[in-house]
């Protein structure tokens, strides 16, 4: 209804005959794109020996990326639990074990930087901030090489220990992702209204007690949509897995990719499985924005430890865009970064609050 | 109350990471190794390569190819029959740390013998001695060497040494394209982006035998990689052991076998002659 | 250290097809999702379906992935090569794949943006008589823009970070964690001084465009 009518008026007669033309002229274009790539992995673009518009040219080349047999092993069983199904299961082993240690990760490292001493608030932050200003690349790489760093600097002979791929990916994902995390936390708690701790004190309660009982368990409940949407960057890094041979979906899809030499279909069945987990993962953190929204009596509005893109301000009214709700999280993975980055005004901690953060990959 | 139900579920959720962690990796096209097979008897394990076709790749199950082939004729040799052989997959980069941490008892896994590796572990053989070659795409007749490779494009997996050996060693002024691993880098060459792929001509003659038709070996070999079985350091006794295995299977014609079996279909020339040994330390 | 920084050369050189990659890709995502954004809240339903579809598939899309269809499917498969030399052509198809993937981030962002602007603003303009598009170029862009400079440097700051994923995915591009990698692997300095210095190297570009974006978006706030 509205969503779609807030930025034009109900076309008339001349504005449908243009809609109309827009919609052909993207047909067209689309029509193009799709035919360049379909040729393209046929095989029958730029070496074909047929005039284009031939039958032969368009008929499927058994050379090509789309003959049947290219993706004849995603049929087979064997293909699924030899490859798929083991490679989905380290994905998800790296991407769970690396949520939790990042969750700790990110309270741990969160309430340190709103410590009242500053021999652990300045460490916490000097530890966040470095953690989410490099590439998760370079810490996985950097875990990799931990055996050499040990024999140089410790003379410890190298094979004394040695780091595992899937060590080395949950090391990297924990600590970027929990340092963004950290920064979530923070947010969260600095957007529950000071009252609350002060009311809490003048109970009698400790700062821990306050911290752990008022403070953190309102900062997670409001935090909840930011915290799923980072787990979903941190799902589609543990990608980067690949690169080590870390055996997970993507790297199980190269080897059937090598095996079956039909990488076109390995990938674009390797996006599908990709594409639906998260955007599974990602309705949730939608339902659970919702749920919480719905609950109206969270103290610690998400919209005030968010500034910038907030969504839409109770009784303001914003514009609803198509397919989103109004209070969607909306920006997926720099859902996190609004959230994090605009301190709320009542933050009482000097700290740089705009570090480098960043989606990862 | 709800700040105890967050901390114990916290709680619960590592204690999950850990039980999770505990399980380890998945074998993806593995056997599952690790496990005995419960036949009671001793059981010897191999690592191989799982992504290397003609030498070790894995077949939805068993890895199977030339190192696999050679491997098993040793076991058999050292008394464990082909059931009593549990598959591990060793990538390059964990070879010697599985030999130290005794998770492997042997590796044939395209596993050059050289003296910083020789520090660590012990080797037996070598059972092939390979050498640096190029494949082109079939219908290529221009390179014949590592001089005609001038000017062209050469694809080289990430982390390996081979086309430095071109480029800089033999002073050749080649371009580069650097790529994740060799099934990228033959996708490359197929496609004609690249030129040549050059690496060990055991390797490339593998990914050659999958498609025979549509790549050329230039068998124009160069330098040596000899290929020996890894071993915990200080297994003189087995190390001797094997090296009579390797002998006898070059002598009864099992390798040259072995070896036709992996890379008849395609132009590679391989080396027919028993590999001279060394001696075991 | 010294063994570091003896060879400073090749860091400097890492980094400078890392800043590149980064503002180029920069640039090209910026445009891209604009006219993502666009399409996204246009009258067209077919433009709007498109719009959707390209963004929820390939932000849910490993760049990894996305990187390496761009490095085997559409260089090498398609055969379309941008440059002469293999080095800028890898840089460019490293460059697209960036963008491509980078640009959902500042469509999302902007999409969030727009969701701040006040209903009764569009309706006036409305009223006025202004069209789709001169609502779009004149009241809402610059304000949604406006909005959401605090995000859109957040993804400028992760595209900086994930300009590395472009070193290994089929394309090779010799930025700096590759070269960080080659030494590594070289053995030419001490793992941990290496590691330390291109962990340097990041935080000097990412580190200041943090605060400089955190001060941009409170200079130009949209006050409500």
């Given amino acids: 209804m509205s969503a779609q009518t807030v930025l034009f008026d109900v076309p008339g007669p001349r504005a449908r005959v243009r809609n109309t033309l827009y919609t052909v002229l993207t047909v067209f274009l689309a029509l193009i794109g799709t035919a360049v790539l379909y040729l393209g992995f046929n095989r029958t673009l730029s070496e074909r020996e047929s005039p284009l518009f031939s039958a032969q040219t368009w008929a499927v080349n058994p050379q090509g990326q789309w003959a049947a047999d290219k993706w004849e092993p995603f049929l087979r069983p064997d293909t699924w639990t030899g490859y798929v199904i083991p490679g989905l299961q380290n994905t998800l082993t790296a991407a769970l074990t690396a949520s939790v240690l990042a969750v700790v990760f990110g309270l741990v490292f969160g309430v340190g930087r709103l410590s009242e001493h500053w021999w652990i608030r300045v460490p916490s932050g000097a530890i966040v901030e470095f953690f989410r200003g490099i590439p998760l690349l370079m810490l996985i790489f950097f875990t990799m090489a931990l055996p050499i760093v040990a024999w140089q600097l410790f003379d410890i002979p190298t094979g004394t220990f040695q780091v595992s791929a899937l060590v080395a990916v949950v090391t990297g994902l924990t600590l970027y992702n929990g340092s963004v995390l950290a920064e979530v936390f923070r947010a969260g708690i600095n957007a529950v209204p000071p009252g609350q701790g002060e009311a809490a004190q003048s109970i009698g309660m400790t700062r821990t007690q306050t911290l752990w009982t008022i403070l953190i368990p309102q900062a997670v409940t409001s935090m909840m949509p930011a915290i799923v949407a980072q787990l979903v960057v941190l799902l589609k890094d543990s990608a980067l897995g690949y690169i080590i041979a870390f055996p997970e979906l993507l790297r199980s899809f190269t080897l059937i990719a090598t095996r079956e030499s039909n990488v076109i279909p390995a990938a674009i069945i390797c996006a599908l499985i990709y594409i639906v987990i998260n955007v599974s993962l990602s309705r949730v953190a939608i339902w659970l924005e919702r749920r919480n929204s719905g609950r109206g009596r969270s103290s610690a509005r998400p919209a005030a430890a968010n500034g910038a893109p907030a969504p839409v301000r109770e009784g303001a009214g914003g514009l609803p865009t198509p397919s989103g709700t109004a209070a969607e999280p909306g920006v997926g993975d720099t859902a996190t970064e609004s959230r994090t980055e605009e301190e709320p005004g009542d933050g009482d901690d000097p700290g740089p609050g705009k570090g480098p953060g960043g989606s990862g990959t | 109350m709800r700040a105890r139900r967050i901390n114990s579920a916290l709680g619960g959720a590592a204690v999950l990471a850990l039980a999770l962690t505990a399980c380890g990796t998945a074998d993806v096209g593995g056997t599952g190794s690790g496990d005995d097979n419960g036949d009671g008897g001793d059981t010897i394990t191999i690592g191989v390569k799982y992504d290397q076709p003609g030498l070790g790749l894995d077949e939805g199950g068993t890895p199977v190819g030339f190192d696999v082939d050679v491997a098993t004729y040793i076991a058999e040799e050292l008394g464990y029959s082909a059931d009593q052989i549990e598959w591990t997959e060793a990538a390059s980069a964990n070879r010697e740390s599985f030999l130290q941490q005794g998770t492997v008892d042997m590796i044939a896994a395209t596993y050059s013998i050289t003296d910083e590796r020789r520090d660590v572990v012990d080797f037996a053989g070598p059972y092939y001695v390979a050498q640096q070659d190029i494949l082109t795409q079939a219908g290529d007749s221009d390179i014949n060497g590592p001089d005609d490779l001038e000017g062209k494009v050469l694809c080289s997996a990430s982390g390996s040494r081979s086309a430095h050996n071109i480029t800089e060693d033999m002073g050749i002024d080649a371009e580069l394209r650097e790529a994740g691993n060799y099934s990228e880098c033959l996708e490359l060459l197929n496609n004609g982006t690249v030129d040549a792929v050059t690496t060990d001509n055991t390797i490339l003659a593998g990914f050659a035998a999958q498609n025979p038709d549509d790549f050329r070996m230039v068998n124009n070999p160069f330098g040596e990689e000899r290929y020996g079985v890894g071993l915990p350091a200080g297994s003189t006794e087995r190390c001797e052991e094997i090296n009579e295995a390797i002998t006898k299977m070059w002598e009864d014609g099992s390798a040259t076998e072995y070896l036709n079996s992996a890379f008849g279909e395609t132009d590679f020339a391989f080396e027919e002659s028993t590999p001279e040994l060394d001696a075991c330390a | ?224």
Avoid: H
Avoid at chain 3, 15 to 40: E, K, N, Q, Y
Avoid at chain 3, 186 to 196: I, R, W
């Fill in chain 3, 1 to 224: 250290m010294e063994a570091f920084l003896s060879n400073i050369d090749r860091v400097v050189d890492g980094f400078s097809w890392t800043v590149r990659l980064t503002l180029f890709s920069a640039l090209f995502s910026f445009i891209l999702g604009i006219l993502l954004t666009a399409m996204r809240v246009s009258p067209v339903p077919l433009l709007r379906g498109l719009s959707t579809t390209y963004v929820e598939g390939v932000r849910n899309t490993p760049l990894t992935l996305v990187l390496l269809f761009c490095g085997l499917g559409l260089n090498s498969a398609l055969g379309l090569s941008l440059a002469d030399s293999v080095a800028l052509d890898v840089f460019w198809w490293g460059v697209i794949g960036l963008s491509a993937y980078t640009a959902c981030f500042v469509s999302e962002s902007l999409r969030s943006g727009i969701n701040t602007i006040p209903l009764g603003q569009v309706e006036a303009a409305r009223s006025l008589g202004l069209t789709f598009t001169q609502n779009l170029r004149l009241i809402v862009i610059p304000q949604a823009l406006r909005t959401v400079v605090g995000p859109l440097g957040s993804v400028l700051i992760a595209l900086t970070k994930n300009t590395t994923v472009a070193s290994v995915a089929g394309l090779g591009v010799q930025e700096a964690s590759r070269e960080m990698k080659l030494m590594f692997d070289q053995g030419v300095a001490p793992v941990l001084p290496t590691f330390v210095g291109f962990a340097i190297g990041f935080l000097i570009l990412t580190l200041p465009m943090g605060y400089f974006f955190g001060w941009l978006s409170k200079r130009v706030a949209v006050v409500r």
